[in-house]
Structures are given as C-alpha cells and as structure tokens.
C-alpha cells in the first residue's frame, strides 16, 4: 500500500490520562500520513506540505472531523437480529430472545453471514474495534474471525461457554468447553489483528468445573483476554448468592477460578460492593459500562464517578443486543443521562475518550488502536458534520470544541459517519456498498 495523505481537523487522545478535556490533540488543518496501515505522521498539515511539496497531488481532503475509529468494549453479534425485542429484563430476555437466536448459528453459513452484516454494521457505525461474544458454537467464532480477518480488522472474540442452566442445544461441557476453545485460541490469537477472548456467558450459565477450566486456560495464555458479565441486575444477583453460597460476592466467584486479571473485561458492573471495586482496580480488569443495554433491560445505573474514584478502569460499550444502536455516539449519548440521574455531568471529552484511547488502554491495546500516535495501527473515521439539518444547526452555533463534541455525542448515530478505514483502506463510505476481500 503506497503512501496516503489524509488533511482535515483532526482529533484525538495521545495518552492515557484521568483528565480528557486538558489532555487531547486537535489540530484545525491537520494531515494524517498512512503507510502499510500504520500512521507515519501526524501534525499541521501546510508544514508538512511545505517540506514536502510533491505529494500536493496526493492529499485527500476532509471535510469533516478525523477521529480514531472507536471501540466498543461489549457486544453480542448474534444478537444483533433480536436488537429492539420487547419488554424483558435481563434473565427472561435471554430465555425469550437471546437463546432462541443463538442456536441458528450451529450452522456455519449462517454464522458467516450474520458477522459479515455485523461487521459491515459496526464500520458504518464509525466502530472498527470490538470485543465481540458469539456463541457456544466454535462455527460462530471461526465465521466471524474469518469475515474480520478479510478486513484485516482489529477484533476480539471468543466462544461462549455455557454448561449448565441453558438450552441443551446450548450447551457444551467443563471439558469440551475448554477443548474447542483452546483450539480456536491456538488458531486465531494474534493470528494478523486478530484476539482471542476466553468467553463465560456468566457465572449462572458455568459451573465451578466450567470456570476453573476457564481459568486454567487463561493461566495458559496469559496474553490472551477474558470477557464475562458481573452484576448487572439484582435478580441475577441474587441467584449468584444462591448458587454460589460460600461465596462473598459475585466477584469473588469469578476470582476463585482465576478469571480476574489485567485484559478480564466485565460487562456492567453495576451492583458492586466496596470490595468489589477495590478487588477490580487492584487487578487491572475493566468495567464495560453499557448505558443503553442498562436502560433498556431496566438493569440500573452504573456508577461511572464511584469506578472512577476507586481506580477503576471502564470503557464504554453498545452490548447490542441488549443495547439498542451500534453507534457509539448513542452509546456517548445514554452515558450522559445515566450520569445525570445521578447528579453527575459527563464531560465530551471524557465519553469519547472512553470509546477511544480511554478503551484502548483499559484493554491493553493502546500501542495498536485508539488514538492516531505515530506507529498505531490506521483506523480512523471521518465524522460529517452536516449530517441532518438538525446537527447541523447546533453545530453551526457551536462556539467551541467542547460544545461541538457533545452535540455530536448527543445528536450523533450513524448518519455522522462519512467514512471508516482500517488499517489505512476503506472499508465504509456514506451511501456506498462494501464488501470484504481476501489479503
């Protein structure tokens, strides 16, 4: 891939930080230089320009505003068919929609196809990062690490392991759980910009034989992730305490059986103890705060300042679909209500750096995505500003950074996504069709 050339404002976080607002780079006319994926340059754009007079011919102008592509840290994509299913909390909704939907993908063309949709969704979205769930199915994970890798996208994804209170059709065992996803591990685990996540469903749907397997696979393979979900509704809850009695809390099931480390990424984390938050930020695992998924479902309202005064790492996630939009922008936008029932403010700066950088370095993955440092890997979106008269009003009368990020974060869904790259290629523009191909 020969040089590009990419000019327009430009925003991002350069380094991992507590204060976001004080702590960006934004350059007015900035240019963005991409070889082989990796970002080469970044910096005003007529100085390069003047030092380098003979690629005049080669910039891509911008209109918008060039960000890093985002990242969402929780999402479920065999769920996306059942996204806006109706009036369910948490334990039914996975009984009524979730399970019902997830058997479809024992078969592997229909698993292929649905992460071929996902990903072409999450690109128009402006997401070219997630840490993705399938199901128990290793099919699931193979299709969808396939599709990805056709993109050359940066995606974490993982089979679920399910032994118990679940769908027989579901169900694999402490055993074969740990078989099939060791094999896939060994298969795609940094295999091109492809990570494995080690995948619970939860602590419900696994026994202690299930998760110390879990465990011992990850003692295995330090590097690789682990994902699961931690209170996030006070029934489920509940039925941790029931079925794991001689137990503290929930976090100490997950603890027990060695699931607990830098790279464990825990979907919700609402129903905490005082322990809990100590425990999760003295082990360097991440909060996944989904705000729509928390609304809808009725779950509760995450804590964003009490992780945060307590060291938590957190970063920002869709789980669609629980979640009700893919776009991260909506995600920003429920993020900001959860805070506000809670007499707390979320800065713009602060929302999206929790679905960029903040996300990168929660997940370990910041020297690869999430910012547009000199060396990281070229994903970045290109964000329309004029997208609906509506923004576009607001945006006009806009009179400084900050009040034009939260507009967009506010306003923001789909629409103002004119265009994702990965890897330095584009894989999505406004009113355009794209389809993979192979490397």
């Given at each position: ?6 000019r327009?404002?430009?925003l991002?976080f ?9 702590n960006?780079?934004y350059?007015?006319?900035?240019l963005l ?10 910096g ?6 003047d030092?380098?007079?003979?690629v005049?011919?080669a910039?891509?102008?911008h ?6 592509g ?6 479920h994509?065999?769920?996306?068919e059942?996204i806006?299913?109706y009036?369910?909390q948490?334990?039914d ?5 979730t399970?019902?939907?997830e ?6 063309a229909?698993?292929?196809a ?13 997401t ?7 199901t ?7 299709s ?8 050359n996208?940066?995606?974490?994804c993982?089979?679920v392991?399910?032994?118990?209170n679940c769908?027989t ?13 060791k ?18 469903r ?8 299930q ?8 003692k295995e ?6 994902q699961?979900?931690?209170?996030e ?9 029931e ?7 929930y976090?100490a099931?997950y603890?027990?059986?060695d699931?607990?480390r830098?790279r ?18 003295s082990?360097g ?13 009725g779950?509760g309202l995450f804590n964003?300042?009490?992780?945060q005064a307590n060291?938590?790492a957190v ?8 979640g009700?939009?893919?776009?991260m922008f ?8 959860v805070?506000?029932?809670?007499q707390a403010?979320?800065?713009?700066f ?25 060396g990281?890997e070229a994903?970045f979106?290109?964000?329309d ?5 509506m923004?576009?009003q ?15 974060n ?8 004119n265009?994702?790259y990965?890897?330095?290629k584009?894989v ?6 794209y389809?993979?191909?192979a490397?």
């Amino acid at each position: 891939m020969t040089r590009q050339f990419h000019r327009g404002s430009i925003l991002h976080f350069p380094k991992a930080t507590i204060a976001p607002s004080d702590n960006y780079q934004y350059l007015q006319d900035g240019l963005l230089v991409v070889e082989h994926g990796l970002i080469q340059h970044l910096g005003d754009a007529q100085d390069y320009l003047d030092n380098n007079p003979e690629v005049q011919q080669a910039v891509v102008q911008h209109q918008g505003l060039i960000i890093p592509g985002l990242i969402d840290s929780h999402v479920h994509y065999p769920q996306v068919e059942i996204i806006a299913s109706y009036g369910k909390q948490l334990l039914d909704w996975l009984n009524t929609y979730t399970f019902p939907a997830e058997q479809q993908f024992v078969e592997a063309a229909y698993a292929r196809a649905q992460a071929e949709f996902f990903l072409q969704q999450l690109f128009a979205h402006g997401t070219t990062t997630a840490s993705v769930y399938a199901t128990v199915h290793p099919q699931s994970v193979s299709s969808f690490f396939e599709v990805s890798e056709s993109y050359n996208a940066r995606m974490i994804c993982g089979k679920v392991l399910m032994d118990r209170n679940c769908p027989t059709a579901l169900q694999d065992s402490a055993e074969s759980g740990y078989h099939e996803s060791k094999k896939l591990l060994e298969q795609w685990h940094k295999n091109g910009r492809q990570l494995y996540a080690i995948t619970p469903r939860f602590a419900p749907t696994s026994s202690e034989a299930q998760l110390a397997k879990a465990g011992q696979l990850a003692k295995e393979h330090p590097d690789s992730f682990i994902q699961t979900h931690l209170s996030e509704n006070p029934t489920e809850v509940q039925w941790i305490n029931e079925l794991f009695p001689d137990y503290s809390d929930y976090l100490a099931v997950y603890e027990a059986h060695d699931l607990v480390r830098e790279r464990s990424l825990f979907g919700h984390g609402i129903h905490l103890t005082d322990r809990e938050y100590l425990a999760l930020a003295s082990s360097g695992a991440t909060i996944n705060f989904c705000p729509s998924s928390n609304l809808f479902l009725g779950s509760g309202l995450f804590n964003y300042q009490r992780a945060q005064a307590n060291g938590v790492a957190v970063a920002l996630a869709s789980d669609v679909g629980g979640g009700t939009s893919l776009s991260m922008f909506a995600n920003q936008a429920d993020a900001y209500k959860v805070c506000q029932l809670q007499q707390a403010s979320l800065s713009p700066f602060d929302s999206l750096y929790l679905c960029t950088q903040g996300a990168a370095v929660a997940m370990g993955i910041e020297t690869q995505v999430g910012n547009l440092n000199v060396g990281s890997e070229a994903d970045f979106i290109e964000l329309d500003l004029q997208p609906t008269p509506m923004l576009s009003q607001r945006l006009n009368k806009a009179s400084s950074l900050s009040e034009k990020l939260f507009a967009i974060n506010t306003l923001g869904d789909d629409r103002v996504i004119n265009a994702t790259y990965v890897a330095g290629k584009q894989v999505y523009k406004k009113g355009q069709h794209y389809v993979a191909t192979a490397l």
